[in-house]
């Protein structure tokens, strides 16, 4: 796959495989108006002195004001933040428009909300073929625990932490190929999924409550008033199905009622849901707090993702929602 | 918290929050020695000419060596390269031994089995503080298909690609928050998981198989010849215990024999299981060719350590493998 022409595309493709954060960075033009733009080619060079770099294309319509500024800050971008990216990517007016601005320790503005900041007095400037290479000494930076957004092959992205050692959940090697092993993904979305619900399970059976009934009072704290039908076409993905009998069961202990054979919560259902939902929050905040937020944002990022493409075409649960 | 006194390790953390890709860096000395380093301070810089950029510091001993030649390789490396990156990382000598280079338009060392790599010529080179910065001319270049490694906050990473737009499972705007959300993680494994069951139930059901006796029968295409509590032992946390009538139904399958009170698979139960992976694997690589190898690999580092944070104490279901 040698290549000794180099073809821009191409090129701009592999280099793009170089993972990156993503910043906004900040000035005043000499008619003091607010001047940004998203840039990915930042890096930092050294620590004494602090320094660090990016480079922005000559052609860029921002230029001017960067080579007549003397301080500029870099903005380290949140996950949150990622329109605010775009909109920095993008050749429009306005930009700032709605945003509020802390004071820095110069006039560059300096947006809010972000993973870091760094606050920069030009060092000096290279020329780097068709870019201008900005070096700038940091002199006032901050940072939040905001999780970062991240850039890779032309999309924006987020991290998990990969552990030092690769992580095993056996101590035995790997099986051969032609059996199962524990990387493989239905197995470690199932062994996830039946953990977290026996964390659940303690609760559930201080109310005399199985998984399936479990399914159904969560059913319908979203969606009151419904048939069984109904109940089922929305837990029926599990491969379980309710009858008259375990709705009588919810019944029976009086956390759910009939009226007209259509099902809801009694006030005793209300409140078990609502400690359901506070044992189910106070689990996923537990593992949170253990492995990190942004590590549980890529998580969810990539579970939502595996569900839109295995989705046999579930109503959505919210869609009535009461 | 802002700061205007320039703290070194305060500001290496917030440096270290911009995410990057993790480089190999490669010559050879005037002796012809290969020399070589992990560097994440790499970035492009022109596409016209093509130029990318990088930072080494004074003090390092490779330094004479890059400051003497003219020709070096960058190497970003892939998920799988983590021992290289740090071994590299590392002062120890022999840093190449057992690695099988690639040639290159240079002598300075090609190495394989990396997500891109760049074969450059110094254009320059600029003081930076407590580095130098190298600016070098790309005249090779190629790129694979291997998912490229990241580093954050000190730590190896890998990426999952965050969509464009907010990733929505309900049409519908997020209900209050004292209720359940389509963004709780509890509901997005359950899903995700009762989803992957449910492509596995046609070959399931062509076998006339529940997907408890799918439980049963996965325990003992790893462990042959076990008793029922062994068998239940591994599934207990499934929140589903398995009785004689279970395994009796397995029996009139023809799929398990016992023998002894203990349980194994027959010849057409070795062949069921056989096809249970051979699907789990096909659903699978349907996913992966959807959402992207790398991606998937991000999924399964979060879900080995969400399953190692909130394991209740599982047997090792491998430990005996037969």
């Keep these: 796959m040698q ?4 073809d821009p595309k191409a090129l701009r493709n592999a280099l793009g495989t170089f993972t990156t954060g993503v910043t906004i960075i900040t000035t005043r033009d000499g008619e003091g108006q607010a001047v940004g733009l998203t840039a990915n080619s930042f890096n930092s060079v050294s620590l004494d002195p602090p320094l660090v770099l990016w480079s922005l294309a000559k052609t860029a319509l921002s230029l001017p004001a960067f080579t007549s500024t003397t301080h500029w800050n870099v903005h380290v971008l949140s996950t949150e933040q990622q329109e ?16 509020e601005l802390d004071q820095g320790v110069s006039d560059a503005p300096l947006i809010q909300q972000c993973t870091a900041r760094f606050q920069c007095r030009t060092a000096f400037t290279h020329d780097g073929g068709d870019h201008i290479i900005f070096i700038g000494e940091v002199i006032a930076f901050d940072q939040s625990d905001l999780p970062p957004l991240a850039f890779q092959s032309g999309q924006y992205a987020v991290t998990a932490k990969k552990p030092w050692q690769e992580l095993k959940l056996s101590s035995v090697e790997e099986p051969l190929d032609c059996s199962y092993s524990e990387d493989l993904l239905g197995y470690l979305v199932g062994r996830a999924h039946f953990q977290m619900l026996g ?10 409550v199985t998984a399936l009934h479990f399914f159904a009072l969560s059913v319908l704290a979203i ?4 048939q069984l039908d109904d109940i089922n076409a929305h837990i029926g993905y599990t491969g379980h199905q309710l009858d008259v009998i375990h709705m009588n069961e919810l019944v ?4 759910v009622k009939s009226l007209d054979s259509k099902y809801m919560l009694t006030a005793k259902g209300h409140k078990a849901t609502l400690l359901h939902i506070a044992e189910a929050k106070s689990i996923e905040d537990d593992i949170v707090s253990q492995l990190g937020e942004g590590d549980i944002m890529a998580l969810k990022v990539m579970l939502k993702r595996l569900i839109q493409q295995t989705d046999p075409g579930l109503p959505d649960l919210w869609e009535n929602a009461s």
């Design 3 to 6: 290549q000794s022409i180099i």
């Design 84 to 99: 605010l990216s775009m909109r920095f990517a993008s050749k429009g007016e306005n930009k700032f428009s709605g945003l």
């Design 199 to 208: 964390k659940m399970q303690q609760i559930l059976n201080s109310q005399s």
């Design 223 to 226: 969606q009151d008033n419904v």
């Design 252 to 255: 029976e202990l009086g956390l």
